[in-house]
């Protein structure tokens, strides 16, 4: 397995296990909606994942889900923030996936480093 590749599994197995976590928990996000979003796409372009009652995720049941899990408030327009990504010039931060790519040369879970328990 090459290195994009562990790095897509390693955002799948975090979702998962986001998705794991009860919404009563107090968990949430402190990293953008946008970075949040991106990763929440990537993973389901990428994967058909299956929830309880045996439906494949969509991008935006999904979202509802993590959403849910992390206190967050869930955005109208989804969509547009992926788009919103797309349009970066990258003047500020690198794209997310090179950061991602970064990050996991130093912590084995980097969504995790933008999750903290209210």
Sequence with gaps: MNEKECMFETMKSEILAILALPPSAGYTWKGTTTDLLEVINAVVMRYELID?????????????????????????NPRAYLAKARLRKNLRRPPLMLRYEAALHHTASPLFNQIVKK
């Design 52 to 76: 309880d009652t045996g439906q494949c995720y969509t991008f935006g049941r999904l979202t509802h889900d993590i959403c849910l899990r992390l206190n967050r408030r869930e955005p109208h």
